[in-house]
């Protein structure tokens, strides 16, 4: 994601919910961090590539209705009345850290956050802007999702790209760390007994 180019990133990627396959078993390792969370989607991912598709997003593996994540990212909205959503954490779906992050920054703006579960049919209307989040996109923005013979499409980003923007601003110190994120690092070439100056910590 971090090597797109700037027509993707202004105008969104083409996603296609993926119904022939599951990211996760219920109790498997969707929420864990190591390869077994992402080898699962490697061969749905190649065909809905080479369908023209850049991301997939799955939904739960139980009812296939709620939405999970996308490929191998969070899935976030804001809807039409300006509230941040995402999925609840399950034993299926990765807790992002950039998730929690854009959360933070979303209420620091005055924005209403919910964390639950989403019914992609009953909601999908009412999404605004869609967006994959994690942390080589940081946000990717989504500009339409197929599932089956129907495409819903979203406007570009506005609020995600204000939030994207402080949130990159503060991982490379341009902006304030009033939440305490980043962290200084000693590199190996200052002295022990040197005060730490080194470059801070990407979130």
């Not at 854009?102 to 989403?118: C, F, H, P, S, T």
Request: charged share 25%; glycine share 8%.
């Amino acid at each position: 994601f971090s090597a797109l180019g700037p027509e993707i990133l202004q105008k969104g990627a083409p996603g296609k919910v993926v119904l022939e396959y599951d990211r996760s078993a219920p109790r498997g390792m969707g929420s864990v961090k190591c390869s077994g969370n992402y080898g699962a989607d490697l061969y749905p991912s190649s065909l809905h590539k080479a369908e023209g598709y850049m991301v997939g997003l799955y939904l739960d593996p139980v009812e296939q209705r709620y939405i999970e994540e996308f490929n191998v990212t969070n899935f976030a909205s804001i809807t039409k009345d300006g509230t941040y959503i995402t999925p609840e954490w399950t034993a299926s779906i990765l807790p992002s850290i950039t998730n929690k992050c854009l959360q933070q920054l979303a209420k620091d703006m005055g924005l209403k956050v919910e964390q639950r579960r989403i019914d992609f049919l009953k909601e999908v209307d009412n999404f605004k802007e869609v967006a994959a989040v994690g942390t080589a996109a940081v946000v990717l923005p989504i500009r339409s999702l197929l599932m089956r013979d129907k495409v819903f499409t979203f406007e570009q980003h506005e609020v995600m790209r204000k939030l994207q923007n402080e949130l990159v601003a503060i991982q490379t110190g341009d902006a304030t760390d009033k939440h305490g994120w980043t962290r200084i690092v000693q590199t190996t070439s200052q002295s022990t007994s040197a005060p730490a100056t080194g470059s801070k910590a990407r979130l």
